[in-house]
């Protein structure tokens, strides 16, 4: 248990489908982060948010769309996705940089793939 | 910007082994560094890390030591075993981000395979 969950573990959509992923974290952390992976391609972060407000949005398209309601859940909703966005999507939290650098804690991913 | 460059893989080796795989950055500042290992089907987990130079990070066996003067934090263990098999990330953190979320710079990643 990493203290960050992430479900589905795996999902396979269509191109016209919609779906979203969840990510929640009891750690009492103030940050949270959408990464993606795909094979052969380093860490690409997506979107940041800190105390439930947005700060960074990585030229991410618009048929990916975030929702943070609070400081411990976070959601990946997904439309009309391509079959290039099949990847690991990672989710993890943090404290704010203030209170010290103790890195992020990440969540097992969704392995998404669009059919 | 800040940067993370880590050597090319895949490395493999044999069982009880001596690993060492390198890393340097680049930073404005004095970010924290860290290792993070990715197993198989999962997602990546905090090794160990170091706040300060001349820090040493260990555990599990691994250690890395924060060397402010050749901007390294190359990762060492002295016997690898096959369930070390995994991908390695170097990371530091971002200084330019005072206010809000910390924000980690990660290489690319390192996959190393340990055969019995």
């Known amino acids: 248990e990493t203290g960050v969950t992430q479900t589905p573990r795996h999902l396979v959509m269509g191109m016209t489908n919609k779906k979203s992923l969840k990510c929640e974290q009891h750690?009492?952390?103030?940050?949270m982060y959408w990464y993606k992976q795909s094979a052969k391609k380093p860490l690409e972060l997506m979107f940041v948010?800190?105390?439930?407000?947005?700060?960074e949005n990585n030229s991410v398209p618009s048929r990916f769309s975030p929702e943070c309601p609070n400081s411990s859940h976070l959601f990946l909703h997904l439309h009309t996705l391509q079959p290039e966005d099949s990847a690991l999507y990672l989710c993890?939290?943090?404290?704010?940089?203030?209170?010290?650098?103790?890195?992020?804690?990440f969540g097992s991913g969704t392995r998404l793939t669009v059919v | 910007g800040d940067s993370v460059t880590q050597m090319e893989g895949p490395v493999t080796l044999s069982e009880e082994a001596f690993l060492t795989i390198n890393c340097t950055y680049t930073?404005?500042?004095?970010?924290?560094l860290f290792w993070y290992v990715q197993y198989p089907g999962e997602g990546l987990q905090l090794l160990l890390k170091?706040?300060?130079?001349?820090d040493k990070g260990s555990n599990k066996g691994f250690e890395a030591t924060y060397r402010k003067e050749t901007t390294s934090f190359h990762l060492e263990k002295g016997s690898v075993q096959v369930s070390d098999s995994a991908v390695y990330f170097c990371?530091?953190?971002?200084?330019?981000?005072?206010?809000?979320?910390?924000?980690?710079?990660f290489g690319q990643g390192t996959r190393l395979t340990i055969n019995p």
């Open positions: 993890a939290s943090s404290q704010e940089f203030r209170r010290g650098q103790q890195g992020y804690t």
């Open positions: 750690l009492g952390h103030n940050a």
């Open positions: 948010y800190n105390f439930k407000e947005q700060t």
């Open positions: 930073a404005t500042g004095y970010p924290s």
């Open positions: 170091a706040t300060k130079a001349d």
């Open positions: 990371a530091l953190s971002d200084q330019t981000g005072i206010q809000g979320a910390q924000k980690l710079v």
